[in-house]
């Protein structure tokens, strides 16, 4: 399987269902359908793309958007990235920042986590591990399709190397407005200390105010910031 296979099997789970577990019951079951080799591309493949959304700027993404990420939490976050699609994939890979263009995020902005529908959690564990579960389903539950994959590396296929990234304090406001200002400025109380909805919406209604007396200044509106235009030069 090659990577436009992959994402052909990613774009189509998502066409043929209506919800994350749906669309996982739905993966699992073309994946039964594929050899061996097919089915470690397949993994092969969600671990490339999985690895390219492996960035500390990502996960400083993902816990402004969910109130803090776990290293598991951030595991099923990039996999939920991964069920976007390629094209909306490639643009946040590039600027985690884009996340606030998606549907999917600017839903959840002002709302406690605790409000969340459990399909809109954006973590998709049945995704991260349809393949796993597929090859233990043909060969045991002690079977691990990590194992074929190293088993099947020769020595002229070197094991990709850690990228030595610039870290930070991902509840560091200023730290936020700086690196993801159109995140910071949807979900302004970075960490787990949401207490309340209603704490929750005041915040980011406080946040909003202030951004929109900035915005005035440089001559842009609120909708143009989130749209990613620039200001307009005096």
């Known amino acids: 399987m090659d990577l436009a296979g992959f994402w052909a099997l990613i774009e ?5 269902t209506t919800g994350p577990i749906e669309r996982g019951d739905w993966l699992a079951a073309a994946l039964t359908g594929l ?17 390219r959304v492996g960035s ?18 951030f595991s099923g976050f ?27 995020v600017q839903r959840l902005a002002g709302r406690h986590s605790r409000t969340w ?17 597929e090859y233990e389903r043909r060969y045991g539950d002690c079977a691990s399709i990590y194992h074929a994959q190293t088993s099947r590396l020769t020595t002229a296929e070197p094991l990709p190397q850690p990228v030595e990234e610039e870290r930070w ?8 407005r700086q690196r993801l200002p ?8 970075a960490g787990p200390s949401r207490a309340t909805p209603e704490a929750a919406q005041a915040s980011l209604m406080q946040a909003k105010e202030g951004l929109e007396r900035q915005l ?10 989130f749209r990613g235009i620039p200001p307009r030069t005096p």
């Not at 189509?12 to 043929?16: I, L, M």
């Not at 397949?42 to 490339?48: C, E």
């Not at 304090?169 to 936020?176: P, R, T």
């Not at 159109?182 to 109380?189: D, E, I, K, V």
Request: with cysteine; hydrophobic share 40%.
């Open 169 to 176: 304090d991902h509840y560091d406001l200023a730290e936020s």
């Open 35 to 51: 050899a061996d080799e097919d089915l470690i591309d397949f993994q092969d493949h969600l671990d490339a793309q999985t690895d």
């Open 216 to 225: 005035a200044e440089s001559g842009r509106t609120l909708a143009e910031f």
């Open 78 to 104: 990039r996999a939920w990235l991964v069920g976007l699609g390629p094209v909306v994939f490639d643009r946040v890979a590039d600027d985690p920042d884009r996340l606030a263009d998606q549907p999917e």
């Open 56 to 73: 500390w700027l990502m996960w400083h993404a993902a816990s402004l958007i969910q109130g803090g990420c776990s290293d598991d939490g």
């Open 12 to 16: 189509r789970s998502a066409q043929e």
């Open 117 to 133: 529908a459990e399909e809109e959690w954006p973590y998709r564990e049945e995704l991260e591990f349809v393949a796993v579960h």
């Open 182 to 189: 159109r995140l910071a400025a949807m979900f302004p109380q």
